[in-house]
């Protein structure tokens, strides 16, 4: 069993950066996959980032060249450093992990005010 937790969100103004980080309860290398998903209020949960635990990272579009996803197997944990942030990026953030199974962290709101 994997467990996941989530720390870094809070309240940050338009333009500036937060950094979350997900730290495993294992090592991540037994986790081919990682990533982060996000949930803004009244849509359905949608990837942001992954990353593969050969250092392949995919992005969603509307982060790209803003967001990136980082892996530590060190520290058994993923970061997202967000940067350049804006409004539409407020939403509850998950760290996603898979092998054979999906797990999930308990989520961090990020809000982005104006």
């Known amino acids: 069993q994997v467990q996941l937790v989530e720390s870094g969100g809070g309240l940050v103004q338009a333009g500036g950066s937060l950094r979350l980080s997900c730290a495993a309860s294992?090592?991540?290398?037994?986790?081919?996959?990682m990533g982060w998903y996000r949930q803004p209020p009244g849509k359905q949960r949608e990837l942001v980032a992954s990353i593969t635990s050969g250092g392949i990272t995919d992005y969603a579009d509307s982060v790209k060249g803003r967001f990136t996803i980082s892996r530590d197997g060190a520290k058994n944990t993923v970061y997202l450093q967000m940067n350049s942030l804006k409004q539409e990026d407020t939403a509850v953030y998950y760290c996603?992990?898979?092998?054979?199974?999906?797990?999930w962290g308990q989520g961090s709101q990020v809000t982005v005010s104006s």
């Open positions: 996603n992990a898979r092998n054979t199974r999906s797990y």
């Open positions: 294992g090592s991540i290398f037994s986790l081919p996959l």
